[in-house]
């Protein structure tokens, strides 16, 4: 079983920029998809981003397009989510997992599992 930490949250104002970082430990990502989802109060989970581990093919919600950038490390068992020229409503909770099967394409919540506790990301206007 993969354990998931996110890191980087934080309080930032618009446009600025952050980084988050979510770390596997325990059985790794190899083959498998790794993505962000967001939720806020009052709002469902939301996608966000996601790559495929092994491949490198990335997806993205149209909302970030642009703006977000997920990139993995494999030496490091790190995913990251670049997020740059940030907004109001880009303020949520993220939160990374894991897909409950290898080399899953785009980012419908039901096919990841093992979710990390996640990080708060506050953004001022």
């Known amino acids: 079983q993969v354990q998931l930490v996110e890191s980087g949250g934080g309080l930032v104002q618009a446009g600025d920029s952050l980084r988050l970082s979510c770390a596997a430990s325990?059985?790794?990502?190899?083959?498998?998809?790794v993505g962000w989802f967001r939720q806020s109060p009052g709002k469902e989970r939301e996608f966000v981003a996601a790559i495929n581990y092994s491949g490198g093919n990335e997806y993205y919600a149209d909302s970030v397009k642009g703006r977000f950038t997920i990139s993995r490390d494999t030496a490091k068992n790190t995913v990251y989510l670049q997020m740059n020229s940030l907004k109001p409503e880009d303020a949520a909770v993220y939160y990374c997992a894991r897909s409950v099967r290898p080399n899953v394409s785009g980012g419908s919540a039901k096919d990841f599992g093992s979710w990390g506790q996640g990080t708060k990301v506050t953004v001022s206007s």
């Open positions: 325990g059985r790794t990502f190899t083959t498998y998809t």
